[in-house]
């Protein structure tokens, strides 16, 4: 391609790189759902950043410990052995979401999503240092000057602290958190957990930040595919339009019926505080994520106006058009159905655990030996897991081929829980009844203190070509 | 980013911070899960002492896994990117076009 040719179209590239998104600056709303999401973000914060704090017995109550490659959920301990069950809770979180999704709309994107309840923390810590919409957007086009740079430096600087404690609650997640803090305190962090401290605090400060709604619209994989979960009867968001229209403003008071006009003043507040930016009056749009803030603010103009309530509200579609809303339809039982399969195969799974891994490797080195009394012998090494919650002494047998030996420790062998031993076994057998090169023998590994957990794991036994 | 087209003046063409996001982030998520899937059955202080780095830490394992998987992730998605553009558009945009 020729020099100049490149360059302009570097240069348009570089014009629609650099060129800013228009910022929002959402009004400040109070109401009813206000209220509802400002307890709702208090609650999942309190939960974030107290949670990985809370003990139990003698360990993190929840801890994800990726050093120790164990993760504690209260009272259970599971192994990555355990990563079916794991996969098994996504299966049945991804589902839970669905069903609520065509019940409730986006409810969840409005009241509990990290990016909004992040979004919002930001924005209060925002509007706290700059003031409201108006008096930021007015800073933002006024002088740069040091008041403006004071204003802006503190408000950052509230933003990484805010990020750092963000990125710290994160990594005690996957590290005990106390032990954190103290190498926190004594500067001794270890470089990959200062590593992912950072990480993980500096996207929270580039989502919440600066990101915030283009999370929403450009990266979130469920906000593009809700709609093949929405229906008529889902709950969504949305404006009368057969009661609002034609819209017009008028004196306070003024029955719309006077001025022929609908219940809708276009005062345009519903747009002002959204945080997407959009206007809801053009009807259901996906960057849409019902925080509810024009339907507080719609009500309160309502109030003013002395109209009924709700001409911005929570409705369906088919409640729109004069119709019944169904809760119970067919997608609805669908979804029951595979939740309770799949709970219950979880619940079911959970109870017949057996809290016992065994893994069993023959020496590499060596195929077999025969040693001085004519046996030949196979060394084996034998991995044993205790996942159970107490510790367990355990019995140890070989089966599978006639007068198998076992030399070493097979009565009595202690294992803390969560304790993994590795036991090195000799397995000998008198030849003659050696019908293969190799043949298949048991392992049984039993709990003394709890008989009902035991394994079993096969081997092979190899020995000379049979004779 | 050599691996974003560099003829992309047209209307309908994504803006480029979207590409980049269209590149890193899908990458970022693909590669999380293959580095929870990867070291559930690998333990990375073993694969250290296979590899010749036995003084690994398996933070550090999971870190380096990570950053690898999505350093692969991310070059399939640029190349995905990259492979959708035409292949029936004049090399030289200027021949085309009259702007
Ligand atoms: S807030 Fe209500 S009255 Fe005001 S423009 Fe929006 S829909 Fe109309
Ligand atoms: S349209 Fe209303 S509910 Fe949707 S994002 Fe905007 S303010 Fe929130």
Redesign the interface.
């Known amino acids: 391609?020729?020099e100049?040719?490149?360059s302009?179209?570097?240069q348009?590239?570089e014009t629609?790189?650099y060129?800013k998104r228009e910022k929002i600056y959402a009004r400040e709303v109070h109401g009813i759902f206000a209220a509802l999401r400002l307890l709702a973000m208090a609650a999942l914060l309190g939960i974030y950043y107290g949670l990985p704090w809370i003990r139990w017995d003698d360990h993190q109550a929840i801890l994800f410990d990726?050093?120790a490659?164990k993760f504690h959920i209260f009272g259970l301990t599971f192994w990555?052995q355990d990563?079916f069950y794991l996969s098994m809770l996504l299966i049945i979180a991804a589902i839970a979401l669905f069903m609520f999704t065509a019940l409730a709309g986006r409810l969840w994107c409005g009241y509990a999503c990290p990016q909004t309840v992040w979004t919002e923390i930001y924005m209060w810590i925002e509007r706290k240092i700059e003031g409201g919409a108006k008096a930021q957007k007015k800073r933002d086009q006024g002088p740069r000057n040091a008041a403006y740079f004071g204003v802006k430096i503190a408000k950052h600087a509230a933003w990484l602290l805010f990020s750092l404690w963000t990125g710290f609650t994160f990594v005690g997640y996957f590290?005990p958190i106390q032990d954190l803090w103290t190498s926190f305190m004594t500067w001794t962090l270890?470089?990959?957990?200062t590593?992912?401290i950072f990480f993980y605090g500096f996207a929270t400060y580039g989502n919440a930040g600066f990101m915030r709604e283009q999370v929403c619209i450009?990266?979130c994989?469920y906000a593009r595919f809700q709609s093949a979960m929405f229906d008529h009867d889902t709950l969504v968001i949305s404006y009368d339009e057969k009661r609002g229209n034609p819209r017009g403003s008028r004196r306070r008071g003024t029955p719309s019926a006077d001025v022929g006009l609908g219940d809708c003043i276009d005062c345009g507040l519903c747009v002002q505080v959204c945080p997407v930016g959009i206007d809801i009056r053009d009807g259901l749009q996906y960057q849409c994520i019902g925080c509810a803030a024009c339907v507080d603010v719609c009500d309160d103009v309502m109030d003013k106006m002395g109209y009924p309530r709700g001409l911005v509200k929570y409705t369906t579609e088919n409640s729109l058009q004069g119709k019944r809303t169904k809760i119970v339809r067919p997608r609805i039982l669908v979804y029951i159905a595979i939740l309770t399969f799949v709970s219950s195969a979880l619940v079911y799974g959970l109870l017949t655990r057996i809290p016992l891994e065994v893994d069993i490797i023959r020496d590499r080195n060596v195929l077999y030996t025969e040693t001085d009394e004519g046996m030949v012998q196979n060394v084996y090494n034998l991995k044993l897991i205790n996942m159970a919650s107490e510790a367990q002494r355990y019995k140890l047998s070989v089966s599978g081929l006639e007068g198998l030996q076992v030399l070493g420790k097979t009565q009595d062998i202690e294992l803390e829980s969560g304790a993994v031993k590795d036991l090195p076994l000799r397995v000998q057998i008198d030849p003659i009844v050696l019908k293969s090169p190799s043949s298949k023998i048991m392992f049984h590994i039993e709990s003394q203190t709890s008989p009902e957990i035991s394994a079993d794991e096969s081997a092979r036994f190899l020995g000379p070509a049979s004779r | 980013m050599s691996t974003l087209p560099?003829?992309?003046?047209d209307k309908n063409q994504l803006?480029?911070?979207?590409q980049i996001?269209s590149v890193m982030?899908p990458s970022f998520?693909t590669a999380s899960l293959a580095t929870i899937i990867f070291?559930?059955?690998f333990?990375p202080t073993e694969l250290g002492i296979i590899g010749g780095f036995p003084e690994l830490?398996?933070?550090?394992g999971?870190?380096i896994g990570f950053f690898c998987f999505w350093l692969l992730t991310s070059i399939s998605c640029a190349l995905t990117c990259y492979f959708r553009r035409p292949t029936n558009k004049p090399?030289?945009?200027?021949n085309s076009k009259p702007s």
Do not use: C, H
């Open positions: 391609m020729s100049p040719a490149a302009q179209n570097n348009s590239i629609e790189l060129k990726l050093p490659r990555p990563f590290s270890g470089p990959w957990e590593f992912w450009y990266m994989p | 560099a003829t992309q003046s803006p480029v911070v979207q996001i982030w998520l070291f559930t059955v333990d830490t398996r933070m550090g999971y870190t090399i030289n945009p200027n």
